[in-house]
């Protein structure tokens, strides 16, 4: 969890470095001051063209300050880029929606307080739900999670059509590569290597800045990406 709240900082300053919007969609921290799950709403240039490389298992391997042997920890957070359509994009039937709302509880609200704040959406065709508790207005949760909403079936709409185009070897960026780690954080070493291009950075603490080294790295996986579409291309066309 707190490499959890360390990955996520690091996306917010890399926006701020990209000069991207970034909103926080909801927040849950730890007891002990890290990060159990958070979303959050980044738009700008080419956002998502940079952020899809994101998605995936990261793992972080170090010395925690709780561990006195000395002995190196390894321990995995995901993360999950789903792109946001436009209205034109994507149409959805108010039919097809169930709208509930109920009282915030528990520790993990960030408002927590005794109006009928949380937002639940749910899409009766796909089952899909969206839920929203970050705020105090109950108008302003409905917003965030029908944004959500519309993230979610989007992805699952771009997940069908590109899933037909996309063969074994095509680099697993932004489908459902998820099940395999993408990338590694090793605190010891002062590396983070990319395990999808097999690619090695030092300096992690400025890579952790979420700044040019990170930049870097995107730019590599986006290179390799587009070489890999290159050869697809050209392999059909003989």
């Known amino acids: 969890?707190?490499?959890t709240s360390e990955i996520f900082d690091m996306y917010q300053q890399y926006a701020a470095f990209k000069r991207w919007h970034f909103e926080t969609l909801e927040y849950f921290p730890s007891e002990i001051g890290g990060l159990r799950h958070a979303s959050a709403s980044i738009g700008g240039s080419e956002a998502y063209k940079h952020m899809k490389f994101e998605g995936g298992v990261h793992r972080v391997q170090r010395v925690p300050k709780t561990e006195k042997q000395g002995r190196i920890h390894t321990s995995t957070m995901t993360v999950a880029i789903l792109p946001q359509p436009s209205e034109i994009n994507l149409v959805?039937?108010?039919k097809d929606l169930r709208i509930d709302t109920k009282r915030a509880s528990g520790a993990g609200g960030q408002h927590v307080n005794t109006t009928d704040s949380v937002v639940r959406v749910v899409h009766l065709p796909?089952?899909?739900v969206s839920e929203c508790q970050q705020e105090r207005s109950q108008?302003?949760?409905k917003e965030m999670a029908m944004k959500?909403?519309?993230a979610k079936l989007y992805s699952l709409q771009l997940?069908?059509?590109t899933s037909k185009r996309y063969n074994a070897r095509k680099i697993q960026i932004g489908t459902k590569g998820r099940s395999e780690k993408i990338r590694t954080y090793?605190?010891?070493q002062d590396r983070v290597t990319d395990h999808r291009i097999n690619k090695s950075l030092h300096d992690l603490e400025t890579f952790m800045q979420?700044?040019?080294l990170l930049d870097e790295l995107v730019q590599s996986l986006k290179d390799y990406a587009n070489y890999e579409s290159l050869v697809e291309i050209i392999s059909k066309k003989v």
Request: avoid cysteine; glycine fraction near 8%.
């Open 139 to 141: 108008l302003k949760n």
């Open 159 to 161: 997940e069908e059509e």
């Open 148 to 150: 959500k909403l519309r």
């Open 92 to 94: 959805i039937n108010p």
């Open 126 to 128: 796909t089952g899909i």
């Open 186 to 188: 090793n605190f010891p």
């Open 1 to 3: 969890m707190l490499f």
């Open 210 to 212: 979420g700044e040019y």
